[in-house]
């Protein structure tokens, strides 16, 4: 019985010792970084049997970092609409209620402070906000600021387009189709490519008017402003049919190039 208590109090004394020598060899970090900062965007989403479940989209962005001033600051941008993440969905998409995700140092601890939102869920980001970041050692602490510039705007005319067309140039008509994707530039423009010569870097901006005429400018490959619209043709919105008539020209050799296209939302 004496030998059978030596030997579990050898085999404890043994263990004991095991784990106090790996335990002096472990780092202890003083690192307090941000490494990396990510947004998301969740919805409620619906399937063919009516079970609702929830849906995350993770916005694409550009984090830049500067350790000397403590900064985070993110550049996001809104990926593009899907069969299920609808344009509809994107436009709800802002600043004022989105959930945000950080990296830091190993071990370290991050917390808000000064009314920031706690990460993982959603949260006000739209005016810059401070958190705390402490280090493994729990001494090593800093005040990270986070600035999230304002997300691109999707105003109403965003969106996927037939588009079909006639170019007259000098050397000979020809007509043109395809799908184009109409992006936004502020609330009420949208650029696209320049009747069928986008390979070559041409584009368009379309400007909405309040009584839904719109303004066409045009751009070459190096985005030097060329050309004009047709004068007397129409250049018209029908928010009825989702459809852009547009009637533009520039000059070339040998005269104008003359492009009457119309482009109606898909």
Known sequence: MKRLIYLLFFATITMTSCIDAGLDDLPIYDEAEITDFDLEHRYVTTNANGVERMTVVTLNADVEISEETNTVT????????TTQFTQDERRKITLESITAYAKVSPAAKMEPI???????????????????????????????TIKINPLPVINNYEGSYTSAGRFVHPNGPRDFEGDKYLSSVDATTISTTHSDLGAHGYKINVTVNSDNTVVVTQFNGDGTEIGEMVPGEENSYNPSSKTFTLNYRYSGGGGYRVISETLKLK
């Open 114 to 144: 000064d009314g920031a939102p706690v990460l993982g869920k959603p949260g006000d980001f739209s005016v810059e906000r401070s958190y705390r970041v402490t280090a493994a050692d729990g001494k090593t602490s800093k005040v990270w």
């Open 74 to 81: 993110v550049t996001a941008s809104i990926p593009a609409p």
